[in-house]
């Protein structure tokens, strides 16, 4: 669980394409105990972190998240000045703005009170990313819509989409400036287009482990250590690589 929460973390800041080695403050909506605010601060940004459950919350304290972290309904707004953020991203949240679950709630109200409020507090040529789970059509039209209708413009990015088990929602809305939605993974494509999220052989070497994390690896870790060099943190010098060592017989 934790691994898939930071895959989806990572390509959702990948699709926010954000200044390279520049920190960023980050809105985490439906942050739950922190995880992908984990990956943010591994990256070297600053974020707040949303979310309904006190419980959730808790947790987050106890592990003593580097983020702040704020109790919040999104369906009823997000409370912040005009322009305070860099860039949104949620994980397995949005989707339940589409259920009604006091007599009260209107799942198109809310959702456009929350999309007109993040709209707001999103700085102009920012992105906000959302990983959903829809359960139909309908819902995809729904939520898609009432974003269209508070100013964003975007639309929805499917990675993996002929897999029943990698395939992944991700909304891609622009704040103030349209842009190009980026493609999905696994589509292939025979030119590239500008400012699109291109399918990286890496990333396909790294799904095709079998179950080895391709995290941790001397690839990952050396491209971990370049990044960090890049945000101008300290990172230990790097070590020569020369193949397994064979012990000496005695």
């Known amino acids: 669980m934790i691994e898939i929460q930071t895959q989806m973390s990572e390509r959702a800041v990948e699709l926010l394409n954000l200044p390279e080695g520049e920190p960023c403050f980050l809105l985490d909506v439906g942050c739950g105990s922190g995880l992908s605010g984990d990956y943010l601060s591994e990256e070297g940004h600053v974020w707040v972190g949303v979310d309904i459950s006190t419980a959730m ?19 009823q707004g997000m409370p912040f000045r005009p322009g ?46 959302f990983q959903l789970y829809p359960e139909n059509s309908e ?6 819509t009432q974003a269209m209708r508070a100013g964003f413009s975007g639309g929805m990015v499917v990675d993996y989409p002929n897999s ?20 999905g993974l696994g589509i292939a494509s025979d030119k590239a287009v ?42 230990r010098a790097d070590t020569k690589y020369t193949g397994r060592q064979r012990r000496p017989n005695f």
């Open 164 to 183: 029943s088990k990698a395939k992944k929602f991700f909304l891609c809305l622009f704040a103030g400036v349209s842009g190009v939605l980026p493609k």
């Open 194 to 235: 500008s400012n699109q999220v291109q399918y990286s052989g890496q990333r396909c070497r790294f799904k095709n482990m079998k179950g080895k994390s391709g995290k941790k690896g001397r690839d990952w870790i050396l491209e971990k250590k370049e990044r960090r060099r890049r945000q101008g943190r300290e990172v």
């Open 84 to 129: 305070t953020f860099d860039g949104c991203i949620s994980i397995s949240a949005l989707q339940w703005l589409c259920n009604a679950d006091k007599k009260s709630h209107s799942p198109p109200k809310r959702l456009y009170t929350f999309f007109s409020t993040l709209y707001s507090s999103l700085s102009r040529g920012s992105r906000a990313v």
């Open 57 to 75: 919350l808790d947790v987050a304290l106890d592990r003593e998240v580097e983020g702040d972290l704020l109790l919040g309904d999104m369906g």
């Open 139 to 144: 819902q995809l039209e729904l939520i898609t």
